[in-house]
């Protein structure tokens, strides 16, 4: 096929009331010794070939348009309109031809993959959804009604580790080796006709590490893992999306379902489904899932009460003396000498801050420190006196 066929092919399709269906046509007609697969929107090849299981190349006499889009995430990146790729995959040889148009809510789009046969066909095509399902060094976040890596936010699971995290006693031992010896005890559930799953609500007010604490559950427990930012979707329905984040996580599995601020996410038209998700009708074998809240008290009973639901409730309370002179001294070891304070000053932060998270300890740090670069001529203890006074003033607002 000529490369002004080609372009003829796409024009007509543009122009007709349905795209999808006039270029599926015309591509049947045309290619009558193909196998004809096509879907709605892209058929994403670049991860796969990346990594070497196919090679393509965009057919030269074709222009390939695309729009270009910039993310402070992606940097730059497009997003084919008219695409033809010429694919060889174990020796055999695909076309993948791609369109989008401009629909009359939002933009549309369909795929088209001309194969030598079915077998072949449906053998590659399944191939590279596989691919494109599996998590890699990845974290999906689901949000507007759909999954999307993000890798941003695995950078700072990466970064995240128990050694950062100072909490009361031996309960930061007590959460991993919870977890350590659920993945290592599946042939104990299934010995007892138990559904292997767990499910861990982290309790408490802000700034305190229930955050740090699941990131570095993440990295430490290695299991891919789905991210819950908001079950709102502009072209869907709250309902779908806690359906389409259960399947997720069953095909999945085994995983981590993180749930942030789950008192914020769930409402009355969700909660019921999301517990019958859960816990009612699905067993969610592999599944771990981890929700945060800081307001239990608005979190329905049924939730918060039944353990098959959350077997483990972790409470990350305000630090007491002895975890906030820990968390001192371990921020007093990273200042600079003169921003450090002796053992009298430390026990003097440890004093004012009662009450204070360990967010606002940082910040009575990070503030000093500000506040230190232009007045060095006043002592450190001082200046984190006022810094204490002024945080508690906000914390009484």
Same mark, same amino acid.
């Given at each position: ?86 694919? @060889? ?32 066909? @449906? ?108 079950? /709102? ?11 389409? %984040? ?15 601020? %789950? ?39 049924? %939730?918060? @009460? ?56 940082? /910040? ?23 810094? %204490? ?9």
């Amino acid at each position: 096929m000529t490369s002004s066929g080609v372009q003829e092919m796409f024009d007509r399709a543009l122009q007709h009331p349905e795209p999808a269906y006039a270029l599926g046509a015309k591509l049947a007609e045309l290619f009558r010794d193909r196998h004809m697969i096509e879907g709605p929107g892209q058929l994403d090849l670049r991860s796969f070939a990346h990594a070497k299981k196919c090679k393509t190349e965009f057919r030269a006499d074709v222009y390939q348009q695309s729009d270009a889009y910039w993310s402070e995430q992606d940097g730059v990146y497009r997003i084919p309109e008219i695409v033809w790729q010429q694919v @060889e995959w174990e020796g055999s040889a695909f076309d993948l031809a791609m369109l989008r148009w401009r629909g009359p809510m939002r933009d549309a789009g369909r795929h088209y993959l001309l194969a030598p046969d079915r077998e072949r066909g @449906e053998a590659f095509y399944a191939a590279v959804q596989k691919w494109n399902l599996e998590l890699r060094d990845e974290v999906l976040v689901f949000t507007d009604g759909c999954f999307a890596k993000d890798q941003k936010l695995f950078e700072s699971i990466k970064r995240a580790s128990f050694d950062q995290l100072i909490l009361e006693g031996t309960f930061k031992e007590q959460i991993r080796e919870d977890f350590k010896f659920f993945l290592g005890s599946r042939e104990l559930y299934d010995e007892a006709n138990v559904p292997w799953r767990r499910g861990a609500l982290f309790i408490g007010p802000p700034g305190n590490g229930k955050t740090l604490c699941v990131k570095a559950l993440i990295r430490e427990l290695g299991l891919p893992c789905l991210y819950i930012h908001s079950l /709102e979707a502009k072209y869907g329905t709250p309902q779908r999306s806690v359906e389409t %984040i259960f399947k997720r996580a069953r095909e999945q599995a085994p995983c981590i379902l993180v749930l942030e601020d %789950i008192d914020a996410l769930l409402t009355n038209g969700t909660r019921s489904l999301f517990l019958n998700e859960l816990d009612g009708f699905a067993q969610n074998a592999g599944v771990i899932t981890l929700a945060t809240t800081n307001h239990p008290e608005r979190l329905d009973r049924s %939730i918060v @009460e039944r353990p098959s639901r959350f077997d483990r409730k972790y409470h990350f309370m305000l630090p007491s003396a002895e975890t906030r002179m820990n968390y001192v001294r371990s921020w007093n070891d990273r200042l600079r000498r003169p921003l450090r304070f002796d053992a009298a000053g430390q026990a003097k932060l440890v004093e004012l801050t009662e009450g204070f998270s360990f967010a606002y300890i940082q /910040e009575v740090f990070v503030s000093t420190t500000m506040h230190w670069m232009t007045k060095r001529d006043r002592p450190v203890l001082e200046l984190a006196e006022e810094q %204490i006074a002024t945080l508690r003033a906000q914390m009484t607002r």
